[in-house]
Nanobody
């Protein structure tokens, strides 16, 4: 059974940076497309960034140029480097793995506030 464990969230001031991590276990990581999603209170869960099994990346418009997704297949881990954070980036950030099925982590809270 695939398990995903996110970490790295927290409270940061506007303009600051955070790096989220998501550790994958339970299957062959390199086969999976991976992604970061976020959900703010009262809003739907939206894609933030995605990286395919071969390393191709896509980003949502609000985070382009500020966030970077990456993967380390040796560590079964994906990362989300978030720079120039804004209050509107405040949300619970979820890691997702997809191959034949979709799997979700439990989420990590990111709060951007002065």
């Amino acid at each position: 059974q695939v398990q995903l464990v996110e970490s790295g969230g927290g409270l940061v001031q506007p303009g600051g940076s955070l790096r989220l991590s998501c550790v994958f276990s339970g299957s062959i990581f390199s086969r999976y497309n991976m992604g970061w999603y976020r959900q703010a209170p009262g809003k739907q869960r939206d894609l933030v960034a995605r990286i395919t099994s071969i390393g191709s990346t896509t980003y949502s418009d609000p985070v382009k140029g500020r966030f970077t997704i990456s993967r380390d297949n040796a560590k079964n881990t994906i990362y989300l480097q978030m720079n120039s954070l804004k209050p509107e980036d405040t949300a619970v950030y979820y890691c997702k793995a997809d191959f034949r099925y979709n799997y979700w982590g439990q989420g990590t809270q990111v709060t951007v506030s002065s």
